[in-house]
């Protein structure tokens, strides 16, 4: 195999597996999903290291497209049970408001 069609395999490699990654990223529809949320994190100095590894092999284009990545693709292959948590989320929320609204009216009938 010829130098050029060896480096012209491995480039083909290379954009699919960036395009299997970054799959993951894109909704049913097929369009990418906007990244819009800003989260700090601290993370161990190896994990940093395997980020900036895929970021010097153009696997992603930053560190946080990468977990971005990870992240999204860890809860995508867990999705019923993400819904469901964020079903009970949001009535431990309602229960903890209403919890609230009854302390406050507690102490309203006790000042009077």
Same mark, same amino acid.
């Given at each position: 195999?010829?130098? /050029? /069609?060896?480096?012209?395999? %491995?480039?083909?490699?290379?954009?699919?597996?960036?395009? !299997?990654?970054?799959?993951?990223?894109?909704?049913?529809? #097929?369009?990418?999903? /906007?990244?819009?949320?800003?989260?700090?994190?601290?993370?161990? #100095?190896?994990?940093?290291?395997?980020?900036?590894?895929?970021?010097?092999?153009?696997?992603?284009?930053?560190?946080?497209?990468?977990?971005?990545?990870?992240?999204?693709?860890?809860?995508?292959?867990? *999705?019923?049970?993400?819904?469901?948590? *964020?079903? !009970?989320? %949001?009535?431990?929320?309602?229960?903890?408001?209403?919890? /609230?609204?009854?302390?406050?009216?507690?102490? !309203?009938?006790?000042?009077?």
């Amino acid at each position: 195999m010829s130098g /050029k /069609k060896k480096a012209e395999r %491995v480039a083909t490699a290379e954009l699919s597996l960036r395009e !299997q990654l970054l799959g993951r990223l894109t909704s049913e529809d #097929g369009s990418s999903k /906007k990244r819009e949320v800003s989260v700090m994190t601290r993370m161990s #100095g190896d994990i940093v290291e395997v980020l900036d590894a895929l970021v010097e092999l153009d696997i992603f284009k930053s560190r946080s497209e990468a977990v971005s990545a990870f992240v999204a693709q860890s809860i995508n292959d867990r *999705k019923n049970l993400f819904d469901e948590i *964020k079903v !009970q989320a %949001v009535e431990i929320r309602k229960m903890r408001d209403s919890a /609230k609204r009854h302390a406050f009216e507690a102490f !309203q009938e006790d000042s009077t």
